[in-house]
């Protein structure tokens, strides 16, 4: 686990890295005159997107009738940031295995809610990119394939005859078979996670959670001298990028959301296309990089505490 771990998160930043290095070149020219309290600033906004979401993450674990201390909770809630570079963030279900590790918690019972916070993440984020669709009109065909895509994962969320049949079907294979019954298992959880009410709850907590983030976004264009845009256009832009990202299932939606912010920065009007790089790359920095940093330091402290638990090897916490 350990190795994985770490061998997920140099090959990812190695891909970053080749992504962006012809931008990072002019990068210091670019910043001439960039206001940097509007980098502190979101850096504290995803801070704040961190709290609301484990505070949906507490809520889900109750209803899971999971119970952990909250200090507890808090760290293995923010070391599975340091997978959120993984494909559609799923590497987060490291948090299952930390509440395994720590307190004997079933995987199968906290796997569901691991899932059910991106479920929910993008419908807050969707519901954020129709908002910012109806005031300003920019890119409603990706923001439409985009729900018809959730929207048809949600259907087959709610229609558990097909979805069961689904998990059946690719279970077939003679060295899948195993995980079969907790793939059905997990299934179950997940579809109760996301029964209307719960979604709807879930989804609630999560709208202001990235509309942080997208205020974020707002204040480091407007940082740059000359640069303006206004927060309901930043909005649609951050959250479309980020969903376009997430459904390409690269890591971390490398490229996918970098390039779709910076093009759509340039098409809103008067953002230079050098300010759109810039500002494309010092909001990743404060948002997925920085949560990343924040997440590896968190779940070496994990590692560190089941290490030391009885029965525990520094072998077996890896």
Not at 152 to 163: K, Q, S, T
Not at 228 to 238: F, N, P, Q, S, T
Not at 257 to 279: D, F, K, Q, W, Y
Request: one cysteine or more.
């Amino acid at each position: 686990m350990r190795r994985f771990v770490w061998l997920a998160i140099i090959a990812v930043i190695g891909v970053a890295a080749a992504l962006m290095i012809g931008d990072a070149r002019d990068l210091p020219e670019r910043l001439v005159g960039f206001g940097w309290w509007a980098f502190a600033a979101a850096i504290a906004l995803s801070l704040a997107n961190y709290v609301v979401r484990f505070l949906r993450w507490q809520m889900y674990l109750r209803y899971q009738q999971v119970r952990v201390p909250v200090g507890s909770s808090a760290l293995v809630f923010g070391a599975g940031l340091s997978l959120a570079i993984t494909p559609a963030k799923l590497g987060e279900l490291v948090k299952s295995y930390l509440l395994r590790e720590l307190h004997g918690i079933p995987a199968t019972q906290t796997a569901p809610v691991v899932v059910a916070e991106r479920v929910t993440d993008l419908v807050a984020l969707l519901a954020l990119a129709v908002i910012g669709v109806a005031a300003y009109g920019i890119e409603p065909v990706l923001v439409i394939i985009a729900g018809g895509v959730i929207g048809f994962g949600l259907l087959m969320l709610a229609w558990p005859r097909p979805a069961r049949a689904l998990i059946d079907l690719v279970t077939t294979p003679k060295f899948s078979r195993r995980f079969r019954a907790p793939m059905q298992e997990m299934y179950g959880g997940l579809a109760s996670l996301c029964r209307p009410q719960l979604l709807s709850l879930a989804t609630l907590i999560a709208i202001p959670s990235w509309a942080c983030e997208c205020i974020g976004f707002a204040l480091i264009v407007n940082a740059f001298p000359g640069a303006h845009v206004e927060v309901g256009l930043a909005m649609v832009i951050y959250a479309a990028s980020t969903i376009a990202g997430a459904l390409s299932f690269l890591p971390g939606g490398l490229g996918v959301t970098e390039g779709g912010m910076a093009i759509l920065l340039v098409r809103s009007g008067n953002i230079p296309e050098a300010v759109a790089l810039a500002a494309t790359l010092l909001i990743r920095l404060a948002t997925l990089w920085f949560g990343v940093l924040l997440g590896v330091v968190l779940l070496t402290i994990a590692r560190g505490k089941i290490a030391k638990l009885p029965g525990k090897s520094a072998a077996s916490a890896g």
